[in-house]
């Protein structure tokens, strides 16, 4: 009997996540996106690769630093060998990254009349602007760093932009070094004065090298160079040791900055000399040393491409989210959910009914308490807003907050604490788990009863995210969802064991294994006149004991077809084991975020939405939710979400058995890209009367 332990079955998951990001690249160099978007994929792409660095790269580094030789449990490559391999595709990329902006981007955004210009490109004017500019507004928070045997190197910050410095003395023979870094405080980019018709600017780096003499004066100035490092931004902490997890993960974030280096980026423009002498200061292989030839860290194009007025034709047309098909109509959120379970498709429909639906429990005085899971939200979110409303109102509002969702720490933590001014019971965390789920509870005061109305979706409580994340929420009141999400709070918050489930499926406790079990459950099903069929959408596949059963299924005859954004370890294609697996992946204008999974299950087919993927982390070190969607109009919506994502023949690419992707070719002449396909589709289900209505709600075949 296969074991499925062949390595051979399975691709490493750092290589498939460079593979990933290589496609989001890819999309920085396909003239059929508008000329900002392309700035845009191109942008994201870094933004992507500077954490891959901080926290998987760093992860390997670890092992290595330690003598940690045991190979992963997949594709079976030793540390070492992960390594070297990331290292050879990570050079490769950056690579094409600046061939990509150097010699398409750039030149298409001059064609435009946008340039960047260099110091000796400037008019008279232009020069005596950036004098003054300089002058007043940069030299006066400079601070130059010397480095010799009285002044060790300084402990730069993680992903800061610096600039090396030869000089000469003439007291030294030998050329001293020094290092001025470059303000974040400040833009990194300078509008110059152009002619009209024209947008001209100047990197910020690069004005303070032309003024590099001001800072040491006396000094001959022999080289300057931009470099920056990324540093392991992970944090390590023991959360059973810690007295208290908040005051932990507040310490922790400091560490994060000054955490070790891990890459340095240095300019193409260095000479031997800088080039060894800052290698030797920061202690770095070779491996670890990216030579640069542009501008450092482009995350800046993802404002820059942002702030420029009159060019929205080298954009997206704008897709407006419209009214939730099963909202037309409606005034009344609690209404409207007594009739009937509600489906919203973001970002082609609106979040606004989620936010509508806090906003109004918050004022409504019929409703008695509020309870929520919060992962991510926006900076100025307008749910966190009224849910301290809500408690200010004298309402019981209880909030679990995830203090350890990555990168969000800091600002979960500053908008926590409002929340417990505000008198809300603020939860934060679990020790030893992340809080992934996205669910809301409402207990409202109905005659003589008390309804709960609950929000279950695959996507955080975030409506900036929500306008560009493809995620799917669920409003309802049926009793065994109430009581589950009633059950579901009382756990986390107290005492409670693990409850028994009327409707969902949790983690880190059934999940995994109810997923399995589904699986199972298709190959029982499955014959040979009538196979079974699965159909799951997810982030990111990593999950061994998941591949397994999928394998099973694919020997037994199962038709199975996975759409990952991201990570897929499994290998797809392979004769006897894998054949009637296909993979696919699509990267558009919108980040692909739902997860779906649908089972044929006979004829009698389920379609489950979740807040997890198939990851390990997720089916063992988070709580998430799994729920089945039951009303079956909304199943039918789903299926054709999932037809339709299958049927795309512009942005789908396709998991070889190599481990590489190809884009989907044109069976036909008819182009089908989804997202836009769904926007259409949300775009003529309801008129444009009604959507005004929607707006003003009051605040009370693959398949």
């Not at 191109?42 to 998987?56: G, H, P, Q, T």
């Not at 807003?385 to 809500?390: N, P, T």
């Not at 190809?662 to 949300?682: D, F, P, R, W």
Request: glycine share 4%; hydrophobic share 40%.
């Amino acid at each position: 009997m296969e074991n499925f332990e062949n390595r051979e079955y399975y691709i490493n998951r750092e290589l498939s996540w460079l593979s990933f990001n290589q496609r989001v690249l890819d999309e920085a160099l396909d003239t059929s996106n508008p000329l900002l978007e392309r700035l845009k994929f191109l942008a994201i792409s870094c933004s992507n690769l500077d954490e891959f660095f901080m926290v998987r790269v760093a992860g390997i580094i670890d092992q290595l630093k330690i003598g940690y030789t045991k190979p992963e449990n997949k594709a079976g490559l030793t540390p070492q060998e992960q390594f070297d391999a990331v290292s050879q595709r990570a050079h490769e990329m950056v690579d094409k990254m600046y061939t990509i902006l150097n010699q398409f981007i750039l030149p298409l955004l001059r064609e435009e009349g946008i340039r960047f210009l260099k110091p000796s490109e400037l008019t008279m004017e232009q020069h005596e602007f950036v004098t003054n500019y300089y002058n007043n507004s940069i030299f006066p928070v400079l601070t130059p760093m010397a480095i010799d045997a009285s002044h060790p190197f300084p402990h730069l910050l993680n992903k800061s932009l610096n600039l090396a410095v030869l000089l000469q003395s003439e007291r030294e023979t030998k050329p001293l070094f020094a290092v001025v870094q470059v303000p974040s405080v400040l833009p990194r980019y300078i509008r110059l004065p152009s002619d009209e018709g024209q947008l001209h600017f100047m990197l910020l780096e690069d004005l303070i090298c032309q003024n590099m003499e001001s800072l040491f004066q006396g000094n001959e100035i022999l080289e300057v160079t931009p470099f920056r490092i990324t540093r392991d931004a992970d944090i390590t902490l023991d959360e059973e040791e810690a007295e208290d997890l908040l005051e932990a993960i507040e310490n922790e974030l400091k560490k994060r900055k000054l955490g070790v280096e891990v890459r340095l980026e240095l300019s193409a423009a260095a000479g031997e000399v800088m080039y060894e002498t800052i290698k030797e200061m920061l202690e770095m292989e070779q491996q670890e040393i990216y030579v640069i030839n542009g501008p450092l860290d482009p995350t800046f194009f993802m404002k820059f491409q942002g702030s420029l007025p009159g060019y929205d034709h080298l954009r997206f047309e704008e897709m407006r989210p419209q009214m939730p098909i099963d909202l037309v109509g409606e005034d009344d959120i609690f209404e409207a959910i007594r009739e009937k379970d509600i489906m919203l498709a973001h970002p082609f429909e609106s979040f606004d009914p989620v936010t509508h639906f806090v906003q109004q429990a918050a004022e409504d005085p019929n409703v008695l308490a509020i309870k929520q899971t919060l992962y991510r939200v926006s900076g100025d979110s307008p749910i966190v807003a009224a849910l301290a409303r809500a408690a200010e109102n004298g309402k019981q509002v209880t909030v679990l907050v995830e203090i350890k969702a990555r990168f969000d720490e800091e600002n979960n933590i500053v908008w926590a604490k409002k929340l417990e001014q505000s008198g809300c019971h603020v939860i934060y965390g679990l020790v030893g788990l992340k809080t992934h789920s996205k669910i809301t509870l409402i207990a409202r005061r109905e005659g003589d009863t008390i309804r709960r109305y609950v929000h279950l979706g695959t996507g955080n409580y975030n409506d900036t995210t929500a306008r560009i994340y493809t995620d799917i929420g669920i409003f309802t009141c049926r009793e065994e969802f109430g009581y589950d999400a009633s059950a579901f709070f009382n756990h986390l918050t107290g005492y409670a064991t693990t409850p028994n489930w009327k409707q969902l499926v949790t983690a880190p406790i059934g999940m995994k294994e109810a997923f399995i079990r589904l699986v199972e459950n298709e190959i029982a099903n499955s014959t040979e006149a009538s196979p079974g069929h699965i159909i799951a959408q997810m982030n990111s596949l990593t999950d061994k004991d998941i591949m397994k059963a999928l394998f099973k299924a694919s020997m037994a005859g199962v038709k199975i077809d996975l759409i990952v954004r991201g990570i897929c370890c499994l290998r797809p294609g392979i004769p006897g084991v894998s054949e009637n697996i296909n993979v696919y992946s699509i990267v558009g204008r919108f980040l692909e975020h739902s997860r779906i999974f649908y089972f044929k299950n006979g004829g009698d087919e389920k379609v489950f939405l979740s807040s997890a993927d198939w990851m390990t982390r997720n089916m063992e070190y988070r709580v998430e939710i799994l729920f089945p969607v039951v009303q079956e109009n909304l199943k039918e919506r789903i299926k054709n979400i999932l037809d339709i994502k299958l049927s795309d023949n512009v942005k789908r690419h396709k998991l070889e058995s190599n481990g590489t992707y190809s884009k989907v070719k044109k069976t036909s002449g008819v182009s089908l890209e989804s997202q836009t396909y769904l926007y259409q589709q949300a775009q003529q289900s309801v008129s444009k009367e009604r959507q005004t209505h929607f707006f003003q709600l009051k605040p009370k075949s693959h398949v």
